[in-house]
């Protein structure tokens, strides 16, 4: 396997985008990825990787990336005959496509490769589309099937679940297995919304999210209760955008020019793991694929500087710092209260502003983090910036089988001279 290096890395403002279709959101995002990469053209693209979950609602079941890069094409800027893969995992999509165009240039076979998300799941006046599109992440064929088995969870819990239209099953699910951490380690509903206020803190320093405005700890406790002990703002908010990553070969990089080779960041680590039916007090999947990365890094837990997490939920934030290995079961709500986490703390996480401010559009959300821990180990973030990173690690679920995601993918990204 072969080295593979980031050079270019992009997202869009993230927000809720009702005039800005599909195909303008991909030319915004692939035109600056170019321009990030310090190229005029794709000239040298050999394979794309085209993520995106939703736009089977707008009309578009099949072909999605072609479509939406054939005027790109047409215009010069991608190159003719490239072949473009379209992939769907649920919110776990973006990372899946960066996982193809990585082993594309790992495998050798070619030298640089695109991946790209691109989503709309704001639809002004019908809530109904908006709801078929996340509806798509959970199992329809057979869903008496995880009826039952929340039913037997929630008693297990102390939350029973309730199901019906004025509800979304998987803020219930993520409710519950906050409920039970709460009941098994004492972690607090504060401690959740302090994850919530500081991403929030984050997000209003980040010119791209969604939301950019502070929220206290107080003000997320008293916010819209969504299922306790989640609130509305411990959710991530729906929203359009789309972000892309170029990768490319050692031999690739190394003929580029020194102001490109000075920004590449080396992908040191990338692993996928699926999900299952599992226990509510069995590690979840995220932990699989972190392992795998860390060994394929040969890195630690120890050695990263900042994160990027899937926080859906921001008690999803305190769970993932456990299954990835930063804090010990059942301590991530004292980790997280004592600071640690915040621009300055000793692990910062998701300085972006994570899902909850910086916005969740979900086939675009796994390399919307990519981008932004590119920009941390550039040292360009401006106010959000990390002091010294040098390695950096994202994660990225989607799906829901059971109370895991079907899919989870870990990368560790690294500077050159780390």
């Known amino acids: 396997m072969r080295d593979v290096y ?10 809720k985008k009702p005039e800005t279709g599909f195909k303008a959101l991909t030319r915004e995002a692939y035109t600056g990825l170019l321009a990030d990469a310090g190229l005029e053209t794709g000239a040298g693209i050999e394979t794309g990787w085209f993520s995106n979950c939703g736009m089977g609602s707008w009309g578009q079941r099949n072909i999605r990336g072609q479509v939406c890069f054939t005027p790109l094409v047409r215009d010069g800027l991608f190159p003719e005959r490239v072949p473009m893969v379209n992939v769907e995992g649920g919110c776990a999509s973006a990372m899946m496509a960066l996982s193809g165009a990585f082993k594309d240039v790992a495998s050798g076979e070619v030298e640089l490769s695109m991946a790209m998300g691109v989503e709309k799941t704001f639809v002004p006046g019908d809530a109904e589309r908006t709801k078929e599109i996340f509806e798509g ?17 929630g008693e297990t819990a102390n939350k029973p679940f309730e199901y019906g239209p004025d509800r979304t099953v998987f803020m219930d699910t993520y409710a519950m297995q906050a409920c039970y951490h709460m009941a098994k380690w004492g972690t607090t509903q504060h401690q959740i919304a302090i994850a919530a206020s500081k ?21 997320v406790l008293a916010d819209r209760p969504v299922s306790f002990p989640l609130t509305r703002s411990m959710c991530a908010p729906i ?4 972000a892309g990553v170029l990768v490319c070969s ?3 990089l190394d003929g580029q020019p ?11 680590g990338l692993a996928m793991s699926g999900g299952k039916y599992r226990d509510l007090d069995e590690p979840g999947l995220s932990s699989v694929a972190a392992k795998k990365a860390y060994a394929r890094a ?5 050695d990263i500087d900042l994160v990027e997490l899937h926080d859906a939920t921001s008690f999803c934030e305190l769970y993932q710092l456990e299954m990835l290995g930063f804090c010990e079961p059942g301590t991530s709500g004292r980790f997280i209260e004592a600071g640690e986490t915040r621009l300055g703390g000793r692990l910062p ?4 502003g994570g899902l909850v401010s910086k916005g969740h559009p979900v086939g675009a959300t796994g390399l919307s983090m990519v981008s932004e821990l590119a920009t941390q180990l550039r040292h360009e973030a401006g106010d959000r910036q990390v002091a010294d990173a040098k390695i950096a690690l994202a994660e990225n679920g989607g799906g829901v089988v059971g109370f895991d995601e079907a899919a989870c993918a870990v990368a560790i990204l690294a500077r050159a001279d780390a």
């Open 239 to 242: 929203g359009d955008g789309a």
């Open 258 to 268: 020194a102001h490109i080779r000075d920004r590449a960041i080396r992908i040191a």
């Open 349 to 352: 996480v998701n300085t972006s």
């Open 250 to 252: 050692k031999d690739y």
């Open 298 to 302: 040969g890195l630690s837990p120890a």
């Open 137 to 153: 992440g959970i199992d329809q064929m057979d869903p008496d099937e995880w009826r039952q088995y929340y039913a037997a969870a």
């Open 6 to 15: 980031i050079i270019g890395a992009f997202s869009t403002a993230f927000g």
């Open 199 to 219: 991403n929030h803190w984050h997000g209003s320093l980040n010119p791209k999210a969604q939301y950019r405005f502070e929220v206290s700890p107080d003000e």
